[in-house]
């Protein structure tokens, strides 16, 4: 367990901004920051940052918290695991007591293959610097490839032993188990036979997009025609490879930096584009480029240059990820190296300077791709030229911004020599298209009414849910505002009474409970600081290790919406919340009030009706009596509220 002085520091250390930033790139906008969210696919930024708040919260998909939310949610870890992550990235030594059995037990099966996939990293990058058989086969490779040790180091690559189950047989010495090294893809286990799946093999490690080690790519340096020359880890709960991008840890910084990504296909060439000073460049890791990869990329900027070899196999690779690409809302352009060369050969054939300028003169929009391509073949075929012209218009098609499918179907027309309303005409063809087989789609597949519960199974409502959220919210903005004065205990004596002070008081005055345990659990809280004015519930709750408590918070003090500075230039006068609390405060009380009336009226005159139904008059007459109370309560609180009707 970390103590909680502990806990404090890491929370004062831990800068939403910069931790978010590793992840998302964010825009000023007014006092927050906006970006794309991580946790869902989205076209138009919902996912906001406050910095004076310390929290963000998606508008889309809903998900928000502070920063330690941020890395639970994004690395799937627990909040001590978060914790620990957050200690480590700031420097912040954590003291633990001693974990319990029960604990020891509860631990995330994932966590164990993260540190299972740590461990082989470690193993297999000390194997190629400080034994005989890493130095002399897999550094000598390395370094005949040309690839530098600051490179190899950088991306700490590394040597697994050949033989049958050497590394397996040393982590099992260490205390790794074999449940983990077989669920990582390490080592290969049939019955009693283990061997090692990348003996003999230089390791390329795979990083999460915050650096842990999650997977391996292996390439073998025997020639051997039955043996793949790479190899990778199997997919896992840790490694989905339609997912994750080789490289992306190290570049995603210059990548925000540059604002620009460059796409390669595998291990050697990232590394090659690194030592070449192109360090905003990554790899699909030998698989066909997927929409997931392409939405790791946009988190950090919009603007993709597709590098692929200039055989048949690397064009039929870059047309077929240009429509991934432009689906997505990016903008794409493509380099097409010369025949015979891949990025990684031909960054090791120039100069840095070189390969920068070769790129910016030859890197190339789609357009101008595909029909410089495919043009030569269709010069003197009309039919030919019309099927180019309509696979250029297909890939139009799929951009989702208005805007610059203009721009590229004016592209288009000056290139084809195709008047530009043809153009519009078709691509609106193919957008209706796709929108009906959308339609179709949804009615065919929408999912079947799930079956009616029964009165035990329903889930519990909470009827005053929005009048308790408001409360809420309003105590953790203006908790210990002073909003009344009144007479004191003594003559002439004042007393300042607070939103807090009010608030509670005249819940307890009434003996006024939440029907949900949360709400209650919080203005406990909140009664037990009443007089402790150091207390500042905002932040409080934030980081409240109940993650109920702490989404609450966030999704409560997360404000989408600001006063329009329009009405401000034009001298209209605006109030603010926090000008008319005196007003606002006891309103929002006596309409929560209100609305517990409302529910025990009704809940009344159901019992009233049971009641009757079983001629128990007794019991009739006693919910009458406390029916006639509540309609007087009913009455007294819409004089206060000015006859305003709570539906």
Request: proline share 3%; aromatic share 8%; glycine share 6%.
């Amino acid at each position: 367990m970390i103590d909680q002085v502990t806990i404090d520091r890491i929370m004062d250390a831990a800068e939403i901004t910069e931790v978010v930033s590793e992840y998302v790139t964010l825009k000023k906008r007014g006092v927050n920051l906006l970006g794309l969210c991580p946790f869902h696919n989205e076209k138009t930024p919902s996912f906001t940052v406050s910095p004076a708040k310390g929290i963000f919260k998606c508008f889309g998909c809903g998900k928000g918290g502070n920063a330690v939310n941020f890395v639970m949610e994004h690395e799937s870890l627990s909040y001590p695991e978060a914790l620990k992550w957050l200690a480590a990235k700031y420097h912040i030594e954590i003291q633990e007591e001693e974990e319990s059995d029960e604990q020891k037990l509860l631990k995330d099966e994932r966590e164990s293959m993260m540190i299972v996939s740590a461990y082989a990293q470690k193993y297999f990058s000390g194997f190629l610097w400080n034994e005989d058989e890493g130095r002399t086969i897999g550094l000598s490779y390395l370094r005949e490839r040309g690839i530098r040790d600051d490179i190899i180091k950088k991306f700490e690559l590394g040597y697994c032993p050949d033989g049958k189950d050497t590394f397996t047989r040393q982590a099992q010495k260490q205390g790794y188990k074999m449940e983990f090294l077989e669920k990582t893809g390490l080592s290969i286990k049939r019955d009693d036979w283990v061997r090692d799946r990348f003996a003999g093999r230089v390791m390329f490690p795979i990083h999460s997009i915050s650096g842990r080690v999650i997977a391996f790519g292996g390439r073998i340096l025997k020639v051997d025609k039955n043996t793949a020359k790479y190899l990778n880890s199997p997919e896992s709960d840790i490694y989905h490879k339609s997912r994750v991008l080789y490289g992306i840890f190290q570049a995603k910084r210059e990548i925000t930096l540059r604002d620009k990504c460059y796409l390669v296909e595998g291990y050697t060439d990232v590394l090659s584009m690194h030592q070449s000073g192109i360090e905003n460049a990554v790899a699909s890791s030998g698989t066909s480029l997927t929409p997931d990869q392409i939405r790791l990329i946009k988190r950090f900027t919009p603007n993709v240059t597709i590098l692929y070899d200039g055989d048949a196999a690397g064009i039929k690779a870059s047309i077929r990820g240009i429509d991934l690409v432009l689906e997505e809302g990016l903008n794409v352009k493509v380099l097409l190296l010369p025949n015979g060369e891949d990025p990684d050969s031909f960054a090791r054939s120039m100069s840095s300077g070189e390969l920068h300028r070769y790129i910016q003169e030859h890197e190339t929009d789609f357009i101008r791709f595909k029909t410089q391509l495919l043009m030569k073949d269709t010069e003197n075929d009309p039919v030919e030229r019309a099927r180019l012209i309509n696979d250029i218009v297909r890939s139009i098609a799929v951009v989702p911004d208005s805007v610059t499918r203009t721009v590229y179907i004016q592209e288009c027309s000056r290139l084809m020599n195709v008047q530009e309303d043809v153009l519009f005409s078709e691509v609106r063809k193919l957008q209706f298209r796709q929108s009906g087989d959308a339609r179709r789609a949804a009615f065919t597949e929408r999912p079947r009414p799930a079956p009616v519960q029964t009165p035990h199974a329903k889930p519990a409502i909470n009827k005053c849910e929005i009048e308790e959220r408001e409360i809420v919210r309003i105590l953790m903005k203006y908790f210990h505002k002073e909003i009344f004065e009144v007479e004191g205990e003594q003559p002439g004596e004042r007393e300042n009474i607070s939103v807090g002070q009010f608030v509670l008081q005249e819940l307890e005055n009434d003996g006024i409970r939440s029907d949900h345990e949360l709400i209650n659990r919080i203005l406990d809280l909140f009664s037990q600081n009443l007089e402790n004015q150091s207390f500042k519930p905002g932040q409080f709750f934030i980081n409240h290790s109940d993650q109920q408590i702490s989404k609450l918070a966030v999704d409560l003090l997360a404000e989408k919406y600001t006063e329009s500075k329009r009405w401000k230039k034009g001298g209209a006068f605006v109030e603010s919340e926090e000008d008319i609390l005196d007003l606002l405060v006891p309103k929002i009380v006596q309409e929560y009030k209100m609305r517990k009336v409302k529910n025990m009226l009704h809940e009344l005159e159901q019992q009233i009706k049971q009641a009757s139904k079983t001629n128990d008059m007794e019991q009739v007459m006693e919910f009458q009596n406390q029916y006639i109370n509540l309609k007087k309560a009913e009455k007294y609180l819409s004089e206060q509220l000015g006859n305003r009707a709570i539906i």
